[in-house]
């Protein structure tokens, strides 16, 4: 290879293919959940990576514990997010009905209803967008019952 365009062609194709392969970058995310001013256990906390802003990614989700907090961990099995803009869902898990056989005939129970408004459980309806920045941080996610 004596042709200089054929080396600079070849690094092109070397440094495209090595793109291609590249993991987004993540960043360590934790935090809490509040309802109405106060912390929400048993929450489903997702965050969807928002290709309207040029974000791709895994899915990442966290469950809070009783004082509300969360650590998000991906899809993948990395810890984090990845870095850029989300949307961001909160569900509440009291609502889920419990694992079963759909099988056995017996009538699944009846489940309370939800503790946070239905907005916050739709990627293309919710008020939650955060950004994840390159280093490790705290979020706080406010959200109301009505």
């Given at each position: 290879?004596?042709?200089?365009g ?5 690094l ?12 987004p970058?993540?960043a360590e995310?934790?935090?809490?959940v509040?309802?109405d001013?106060?912390p929400?256990?048993?929450?489903l906390?997702?965050f ?14 966290g469950?809070?514990d009783?004082?509300?907090r969360f ?6 099995g990395r810890?984090?997010?990845v870095?850029?803009f ?11 009905p419990?694992p ?8 699944p129970?009846?489940?309370p209803p939800?503790r ?6 739709n990627?293309?309806i919710?008020p ?8 490790p941080?705290?979020?706080?996610l406010?959200v109301?019952?009505?």
């Amino acid at each position: 290879m004596r042709n200089p365009g054929s080396r600079c062609a070849l690094l092109f194709v070397m440094l495209a293919l090595s793109s291609c392969n590249s993991k987004p970058p993540f960043a360590e995310v934790s935090g809490v959940v509040l309802l109405d001013g106060k912390p929400m256990p048993d929450a489903l906390v997702e965050f969807l990576p928002d290709p309207d802003q040029g974000n791709h990614g895994p899915r990442c989700s966290g469950i809070t514990d009783a004082q509300g907090r969360f650590r998000l961990l991906c899809d993948d099995g990395r810890g984090g997010a990845v870095v850029g803009f989300h949307r961001v869902l909160v569900q509440d898990m009291r609502t889920f009905p419990p694992p079963g056989n759909r099988q056995s005939g017996v009538k699944p129970p009846v489940m309370p209803p939800s503790r946070v408004s239905r907005r916050y459980e739709n990627a293309s309806i919710t008020p939650l967008r955060r950004q994840v920045k390159p280093e490790p941080q705290t979020i706080t996610l406010e959200v109301t019952s009505k």
